[in-house]
Every structure is written in C-alpha cells, then in structure tokens.
C-alpha cells in the first residue's frame, strides 16, 4: 500500500511506549512516531495566537483544556507537514488505539475510494450511520455521514482534506474532533469506513492524556453542562443535516 503513518504520542507519556511500538509493529504500512504537542507547557499567549472561543456556529459551549488545544496542534503540525511535502495521503493514529484482524483490508480500502479531498475515519465504536456508501467489496466500505462523528483516534487524510483543514484552522474553538464535523466550512469529504477495524486501549494505558477533570463537580454544575452538551450536539446534528440535504 502507497502510503505511511504516523503515530501521535506525548513524549512524557513513558506508560504508553510498549503500546506505541505496538502500534508501529502492528501498522501494515511504514509507522514513525510523531511527537505530540504538549497544551500543559504552552504560555497563555501561545495558546491565544491558536485557540478563540466562539469562531462558528453552532458555538462550542466549554472552554477547551490545554491537553484539547495540545491535541489540535498534534494534527495541525501533521497537515501542514503534509501541505509543505505533498504528501498525497497519510494514516494517522493516537497512541491508544489497537489494530482489528480487519484494519488492513480497511486501510486497502479507504486508499483506493477516499476522493482527493477524502479525510477517512477509522471509528473505534460500532456506529449506525446514516448516509451513504461505496464499496469496494463486500468487507469494506466508506459511508459519508450525514452527521460526522467524534474522535480522531485513526484516520486516513488526503492531501486536499489537509490543505482544507489547515486553512479553515489557522485559529479554531473546539476539539479538532468537534472542527472536523464543520464540514460545510472546511470543504473536506469526510468518510467512515466500516464495519469497524480499530478498538480503543486506553483505560489498560493509564486513561487519557487530555487531562479531564475528574474532580467532583456540584449537581447543578454538571446538570447544566450535560444539558450544554444536548443542545450542542442537537444544533450540530441539525446544521449537518441541513448542509448534506
């Protein structure tokens, strides 16, 4: 397969080495390790030059942690070295992510049908996704979305994907994930192969690396931000929806 990968790890995240090399051993196509960059060290002008709250709407309603604005550079940096390089297409993978018998056939898969601005998502949940689909047999397939959905832990990103996303982000409000889903703003084709080919490891790793707080929030506090979270997610489903009409 013509392509290669890159695996985003936090060099301080020592717990999560073996399962790195994991990944690089396991990758059917050439792996380097790519170092993520590290939110918690970054001086609160550096973030303000990358990270404005309400850019878009729907408006994100949280303020995003350093390890979220961490995580978004992790990528950025990858598209541009993709844009600088011409890089036609590049596997992207986060460091807690386990390879399924399948995910060869997958990534065969999303090479050959992923369109020149294609960015292919390699789900770790079984979705059911409305939209529709391509196959290039009866084991693979790429569904287009009418409603993209979360994560980045693996993906496929096409050269014009890269281009689109880092122009549209030269600032952004949200987790690369979330921006992902703005599809209607950055242009990029966003496809999800299934049946699912990729599982997620991180509680057997030390948990996330993004910094969630899990200090116990008062009642109200987390009633109204689960409530924040319904209305997002229902306002972006509903614009998405509307675009892909």
């Known amino acids: 397969m013509t392509t290669t990968a890159l695996v985003i790890t936090l060099p301080r995240s020592t717990a999560r080495a073996r399962q ?3 990944i690089v051993d396991r990758c059917p196509v050439p792996c380097q390790i790519w170092d993520a960059s590290d939110g918690s060290r970054m001086t609160d002008e550096q973030i303000a030059n990358v990270y404005q709250p309400n850019l878009h709407a729907p408006y994100y309603p949280f303020q995003l942690r350093p390890g979220e604005i961490g995580c978004f550079l992790s990528h950025r940096r990858i ?11 590049l596997l992207i993978l986060e460091d807690d992510i386990e390879m399924l018998p399948n995910f060869d056939e997958s990534l065969r898969c999303a090479i050959e049908m992923a369109p020149q601005n294609g960015y292919v998502q390699f789900q770790v949940r079984k979705l059911s996704i409305a ?6 047999n009866e084991q693979s397939r790429l569904i287009r979305p009418k409603v993209v959905p979360l994560r980045t832990s693996a993906q496929l990103v096409t050269l ?4 689109r996303l880092l122009h549209f982000t030269d600032m952004f409000d949200r987790p690369v994930d979330a921006a992902i889903q703005l599809t209607w703003m950055h242009g990029a ?3 999800v192969s299934s049946p699912r080919s990729v599982s997620e490891v991180s509680a057997s790793i030390g948990g996330s690396t993004i910094g969630i707080n899990r200090k116990r929030k008062p009642i109200l ?3 109204r931000r689960e409530f924040n979270r319904t209305l997002y997610r229902h306002r972006i489903a509903s614009t998405s929806r509307k675009y892909a009409a």
């Open 20 to 22: 790195v090399q994991r």
């Open 79 to 89: 598209w541009k070295k993709m844009v600088d390089e011409s890089i036609p297409h």
């Open 131 to 136: 939209g529709n689909s391509d196959s290039l």
């Open 160 to 163: 014009g994907a890269a281009t």
């Open 189 to 191: 084709t966003v496809l």
């Open 221 to 223: 506090e987390k009633i």
